[in-house]
C-alpha cells in the first residue's frame, strides 16, 4: 500500500483507521490489475462521500449567507459540490500522486482527470466522516470551501436582482423602480431593515437585510418573482403581459 504520511500532512489529519483512507485512494481500475488485494476500490466511499458534502454546503450557505433565499443558496450549493471545484480541492491536496490506480489508466492521465479527482475527493470526505465524525469534516472542508464561496458571491453580486430589475421595468413596464426604506428596526449595530420597490408607484416587492443595499436586493428579487408569474399567467397573447427573457427567469 502507499505511503500516506506525506497525505496526511497535507490534510492537516492523521487517521485512526489509516484502512479507510487507504481505501480511499483504491480506483476500481487497480483491483483489475490486482484482484487479491485486500480493500475494495473507493466508489462506496464516494457515494457516501457525495451526501456528506451536499450537507455540508448546504449548513455552511445557510449560516454564513443568511440574506440569500434557496434560490441563490441551491445555485450556490451547486457551485461548490460540482465536479470542477471538487477535482480543484483534490489537486491541491495532491491526491492524484497517492492513487493506487492500473497502469493503463495511470498511462492515459488518469490521476489528472477532473472525474477521477472528483470522485476521489468525494471517497476521501466518506472516509473522513466514518473515522472522525462531522466535525472533523467541517474542520477540514472549511477553508477550501471559504474562498470559493466569496468568489462566486462576487462574481454573482455583477449579477445583482436591482440590475436585472432595472432593465426588466424599463424595457416593459416603462418605469424605474424605486426603493424606499419601510422600517429599521433594532439597535445600532444590528439593525435590520425593511425595503419596499415599486414600479409605476405600484408596489412589487418587499425585503429585509442587515443594511439598505441586502434589503434593497431581496426586494428586487420579490418584484422578479412577481413579474416572473405574472407574465406566466398572462399568457403568450395577452396584450399586456410582461414577458421576461430566458435569461431573466429565476
Request: charged share 20%; glycine share 8%; aromatic share 6%.
Amino acid at each position: 500500500m502507499v505511503d500516506v504520511t506525506g497525505l496526511e500532512r497535507n490534510l492537516g489529519l492523521v487517521f485512526i483507521d489509516k484502512s479507510l483512507l487507504h481505501r480511499a485512494l483504491v480506483h476500481r481500475s487497480y483491483l483489475n490489475e490486482h484482484p487479491s488485494f485486500p480493500l475494495e476500490d473507493n466508489e462506496r466511499l464516494e457515494f457516501l462521500g457525495d451526501a456528506v458534502l451536499g450537507f455540508f454546503a448546504g449548513e455552511y450557505l445557510y449560516h454564513r449567507c443568511p440574506e440569500l433565499a434557496e434560490g441563490p443558496l441551491t445555485s450556490l450549493r451547486s457551485v461548490l459540490v460540482r465536479r470542477e471545484t471538487l477535482a480543484l480541492f483534490a489537486a491541491q491536496l495532491d491526491l492524484g500522486r497517492h492513487l493506487q490506480m492500473g497502469t493503463g489508466e495511470s498511462a492515459g492521465g488518469g490521476r489528472e482527470r477532473p472525474a477521477v479527482l472528483c470522485a476521489t475527493f468525494e471517497a476521501l470526505v466518506g472516509a473522513i466522516y466514518l473515522d472522525q465524525g462531522l466535525e472533523t469534516v467541517q474542520r477540514f472542508l472549511s477553508p477550501l470551501i471559504a474562498p470559493v464561496a466569496a468568489r462566486t458571491l462576487e462574481e454573482q453580486s455583477d449579477k445583482d436582482y436591482k440590475s436585472r430589475l432595472q432593465e426588466l421595468a424599463q424595457s416593459h413596464l416603462r418605469h424605474t423602480p424605486r426603493y424606499t426604506t419601510v422600517t429599521a428596526d433594532g439597535p445600532d449595530h444590528a439593525k435590520r431593515f425593511t425595503v419596499e420597490v415599486s414600479i409605476g408607484g405600484e408596489p412589487y416587492g418587499q425585503g429585509t437585510g442587515r443594511n439598505k443595499q441586502q434589503a434593497a436586493q431581496q426586494a428586487a428579487q420579490a418584484a422578479l418573482d412577481r413579474l416572473a408569474a405574472e407574465s406566466a399567467s398572462a399568457g403568450q397573447d395577452a396584450g399586456n403581459a410582461v414577458s421576461l427573457p430566458a435569461e431573466h427567469q429565476l
